[in-house]
């Protein structure tokens, strides 16, 4: 993450929350739907999730039907048996860690059911998708943790989105 821009990118981001839900309240829907794709690329030229793991070691993916089935499959358990070793219902009705950090999250940062991971993992940090506008608490609290999340809303503020 050698880029000024990430540079105490933290700090930045708490400093930004109320600019980014203006931006966010505010944007032009196609103009950053256009953009999204490039500045996407663009942070993940500059952010190496595996220096980071923000994401795995303290907040959780929902597990969907499909998930749970390709995960237990993948491990060899019963999906019975998964949801009790791993996940718990929160207080929105689904599916998540029972725990943080992740458990599948190795020392290395590395995942161990990278392969088959949650679709959530698989999309996350939406940075691609109508997601960051559509879920717009969500991106502003990814913003919080994730340097490419933040990444993405400073250079959308800098095209005057």
Known sequence: ????????????SADHQKLYKQL??????N???KALPALHEEAFEKVDC???????????????????????????M?????INA?????????YVLQQQPCSFLGADNYCSIYEVRPSDCARFPYTDED????RQPLTLKNSSFCP???FVLEKLREVGV
């Not at 595996?50 to 390709?70: E, W």
């Open 1 to 12: 993450m050698q880029d000024d821009l990430l540079h105490n990118w933290q700090k930045k």
């Open 24 to 29: 966010l309240h505010r944007a032009d829907k």
């Open 31 to 33: 103009k950053v739907l």
């Open 50 to 76: 595996l220096q980071c793991g923000n994401c795995c070691k303290g907040y959780s993916p929902r597990f969907k039907t499909p998930d749970i089935k390709r995960i237990s499959k993948h491990l060899k």
């Open 78 to 82: 019963k999906e019975g048996d998964f």
């Open 86 to 94: 791993y996940l718990k219902v929160d207080n929105e009705g689904d």
């Open 131 to 134: 997601v960051i506008l559509k």
């Open 148 to 150: 490419a999340v933040y």
